[in-house]
């Protein structure tokens, strides 16, 4: 089916117009002349997380008003007092952050060549897999994908959140590969966004920001408020944020954004995991 990501994201936006977090509405949807999906949404006039702490911290016009909070508001999003995941669980996450981390690294494999980075490639595919450490094989997918479909946003990333006033505004829904554990998946995806500075680099079209944004009090206090939440084996989650790394890698090589954070911020969860 032509555009079924765009299909998918409108379905998810009406599914979260009924519930207590805000996102735009959707004012009319359909299919062009040539059986191309489209969906109309509600403009809503403000910036998002990346660009308010990019003002913070390079001051031109900054609003720090509006991004008192934030950290409470996604914190309160993201967790009601914490979340800890069964060994059942654990076991199941670890199957499936395997099976994305060997597919990702295949496929980028001409990407860490290009860039010169065989040697790290050669390094990443010499991990001991998780599956063994777990003593898991593959039966568990069955229970996994049988479970509840997310309620979770799927790319909670600063760029995807509008900062608003009176609360936060979710755009750019989608569907992560742990969507059925949809408070991990959001907590990893904001986490690995924080600690790599992607949504500001993105932001500011440049890597002057790359090791200034991590050391900002706002944004460490963010990631321990949101780490403090998670209870999850240190080692599998280490391995998730890694695959969140290998998940933007293609995007910054294809638009030829600066690749060096990414590719240091991977050497050193590869470390970790060694």
């Known amino acids: 089916m032509k555009n079924s990501r765009l299909i998918f994201q409108c379905g998810k936006l009406r599914e979260w117009a009924h519930s207590s977090v805000r996102v735009p509405r959707v004012l009319s949807d359909g299919f062009t002349t040539e059986g191309f999906y489209f969906y109309e949404m509600e403009y ?26 934030f950290e409470d508001r996604i914190t309160q999003y993201l967790s009601s007092g914490g979340y800890s995941f069964s060994n059942f669980e654990q ?7 395997d099976l994305k981390f060997t597919s ?29 450490i777990y003593k898991i094989n593959y039966t568990p997918l069955e229970d996994t994908n049988s479970a509840t479909p ?70 460490s206090n963010l990631i321990r408020k949101i780490e403090s939440c998670i209870h999850i084996d240190p080692l599998l989650l280490n391995r998730c944020l890694l695959v969140e790394a290998l998940r933007v890698l293609p995007y910054k090589y294809m638009t030829n954004l600066d690749c060096s954070h990414t590719l240091a911020y991977i050497i050193n969860k590869a470390s970790v995991n060694h």
């Open 44 to 69: 809503i006039k403000a910036k998002n997380a990346a660009q308010l702490l990019k003002d913070i911290m390079y001051p031109n016009k900054v609003d720090t008003v509006v991004w008192d909070g």
């Open 91 to 97: 076991r199941n996450i670890a199957l499936l952050v």
């Open 104 to 132: 990702l690294l295949s496929a980028n494999q001409h990407i860490f060549i290009a860039l010169g980075q065989q040697d790290l490639y050669t390094k990443l595919s010499s991990l001991s897999s998780l599956s063994s």
């Open 150 to 219: 997310s309620k979770g946003h799927g790319d909670m990333s600063l760029g995807n959140i509008l900062v608003l006033e009176d609360g936060l505004c979710f755009v750019d829904l989608d569907r992560h590969y742990l969507d059925v554990y949809p408070y991990l998946a959001d907590s990893l995806k904001l986490t690995f966004d924080l600690e790599s500075s992607h949504s500001l680099l993105i932001e500011s079209e440049t890597s002057s920001l790359t090791h200034s944004v991590v050391s900002a009090s706002r944004t």
